[in-house]
DNA sequence: GACAGCCGTGGAAGCGCTTCCACGGCACCG
DNA sequence: CGGTGCCGTGGAAGCGCTTCCACGGCTGTC
């Protein structure tokens, strides 16, 4: 191993001027540079960043904490932070939550410079007391999906409004006329405290009320986020025969797929005889043609990192930046009016 | 931030004996041992990992060079080796890589035990000068979903057969009846050189010589990884009128799916007036219905991950590991015998 | 022509840990 | 009862870098 010894042996100068060298210190005169320059390029020298970080106190690295396997949106949100990440000099660690042991693990081990400069999370709102020791040790943390337990600060939360999200959604279906407008979404009191698909559907609540729509608990159905609950569960609704809905709201597009399959599996044609609406905008909802809530994943992602990028570039960084990224409708093919109307059509 | 000494002077020992409580040395009596754990409990002291890394030449970190954004199949393999990294101690550290530059930066970065103890590789074959480097410097290589260069030695390969898995989709298609099949994969030069496209095109090609099909230029087409592209290629075959292929084999679901689009998109039928095979099995291709080889993606993301780990924990390692996993033929409802035959049942 | 001041540089100290070496104390042996 | 050996321990050295301090030599000024 080479080491900034050699190169200065090498350059026949001191190890401080080779150091002054690699930080683009001013005060180094250039035929100095020079020769400094050529014995790294001769050795083929590269820094040690551990010696590097332990003397400069930080370690050029970002900690993400993403529920990496629970939600197919986080895939295409680290991509945005990958991306943005990869035009920066910070290295990305990537720390994966399936479970609250999991994340105060995470946590725990994250709550000091020495580990991460800097911290992006992803949709799990964390504890507070992490939240304040991260603080002190002068981490900045970016919520990413998540907004901050109150009375705590973060450097910056980049979100989406997701009330008014399931607002757009149910509106969407209101204004087709239709009126028996399930839900399906994730257990409110999921483990980990994801909250989206709760405020989806206080949009969803709120909306059809406003409309003077009645809010049938009969119609809103809880499960894991994965395809195969979601399907089960509208093989439920579906059971309510002659009560069964005439579309289906899903918080997330993977389980708008479950919906369709369930569906599609009962013999019921969409949206002539179900429209269902979805939530993300994935990647393969353009292919299937769900109508969905838009959200700007891979977007949101590079918005989270370039935050964190600013607030890790301003020294007494102290400001804290809010981003809310817009929603949109996207109506494809999934969602029509409901049947007794296109049978008043017809 | 508390260190080492505040601990042992907590103690009332020397920094040495914290130390060796902390590296479970049995040089430590069990009076001392107990004294020393409630210093740190009381301080809440966690070493600092980059001093212990400066110290023991090692960071505890693996570096996971991926092509995250151009295969979807990167996606569930990372996830394995999320899962598998989880286990053990080491953190991960995520490197993408989109082009050439971009793959020869993070290998000059990573060729020092200084930056990752280890280094798994996705799909790319690294370039055998870095290889070497990596081996001097003592970093074990685990390759998965490639094969290292001739002559040159890595700790392990995890890859499945391509080759064989294009003559299980082929001879899937040809045991149906079809004799106009056509191939859509990835552009052969393409500029990271991933080869199971390639492969599996020969595999393609290999089986329909051995049935004495011939093998059509035509029906032959090549294009980036992206399902926009798979769907124009397809709609070049489907252009050919008469001579279009009665069914198409698609290097991966992602493509399979574009070829999907562009049949439906021509108002045809699958699989009555033509199948489609994929390759991967990702997760929407059970929803869409596609039939395809299936690769075991998660678990070939584990296993590289464990061999990696092995490699680690035996100090002079120097056994080469190579897993070959099984691929499974998936039949779902996009393949048939072609349309003649059908007629001629009917 | 002497002195102040600045620029460029060398080198030591220190970051927080591991590990090696040395040493004191004890048990055991002859 | 003295010597040998081992166990448990303290402490220093060293990992490779940054940074601070000190210093030599130059320029510029009165």
Redesign the pocket.
């Known amino acids: 191993?080479?080491?900034?010894?050699?190169?200065?042996a090498k350059?026949?100068?001191?190890?401080?001027?080779?150091?002054?060298v690699?930080?683009d210190?001013?005060?180094?005169?250039?035929?100095?540079?020079a020769?400094v320059l050529a014995a790294i390029e001769e050795l083929d020298?590269?820094?040690?960043?551990?010696?590097?970080g332990?003397?400069?106190?930080r370690c050029q690295t970002v900690g993400v904490v993403v529920p990496f396997f629970t939600h197919a949106s986080a895939v295409e949100r680290l991509r945005g932070v990958v991306a943005e990440l990869d035009t920066s000099r910070y290295d990305l660690v990537l720390f994966n939550v399936e479970s609250p042991v999991h994340r105060d693990e995470h946590f725990a081990a994250l709550t000091r410079r020495?580990r991460a400069d800097g911290l992006l999370v992803m949709s799990l709102p964390p504890p507070s007391s992490d939240l304040e020791r991260l603080a002190a040790a002068g981490v900045p943390v970016v919520l990413l999906d998540a907004r901050p337990p109150e009375d705590t600060q973060v450097a910056a939360t980049v979100v989406t409004d997701d009330v008014e999200g399931g607002r757009i959604a149910t509106h969407h279906l209101l204004a087709l006329g239709h009126e028996r407008i399930a839900f399906l979404g994730d257990d409110p009191a999921n483990p980990l405290g994801f909250v989206s698909s709760v405020e989806r559907e206080q949009g969803y609540r709120a909306t059809l009320e406003a409309a003077g729509v009645e809010v049938r608990p009969e119609l809103i159905r809880h499960g894991p986020h994965v395809r195969s609950t979601a399907r089960r569960r509208t093989e439920e609704l579906l059971a309510l025969r002659a009560d069964r809905p005439t579309a289906v709201f899903a918080a997330s597009d993977t389980q708008a797929l479950g919906v369709l399959e369930a569906v599609r599996a009962a013999g019921l044609r969409v949206p002539d005889d179900i429209s269902v609406v979805g939530f993300d905008d994935i990647e393969v909802s353009s292919y299937v043609g769900l109508t969905t809530v838009r959200q700007p994943l891979y977007e949101s992602g590079r918005r989270a990192a370039a935050r964190l990028l600013e607030a890790l570039g301003t020294e007494g960084h102290d400001g804290t930046t809010h981003d809310e990224l817009d929603l949109d409708l996207i109506v494809r093919s999934t969602t029509g009016p409901p049947p007794d109307r296109v049978r008043g059509r017809g």
């Open positions: 191993m080479v080491t900034i010894a050699d190169v200065a350059a026949g100068v001191g190890a401080g001027t080779v150091s002054r690699l930080n210190s001013p005060q180094v005169s250039a035929a100095t540079r020769r020298y590269r820094p040690n960043p551990m010696a590097r332990l003397s400069r106190g020495d």
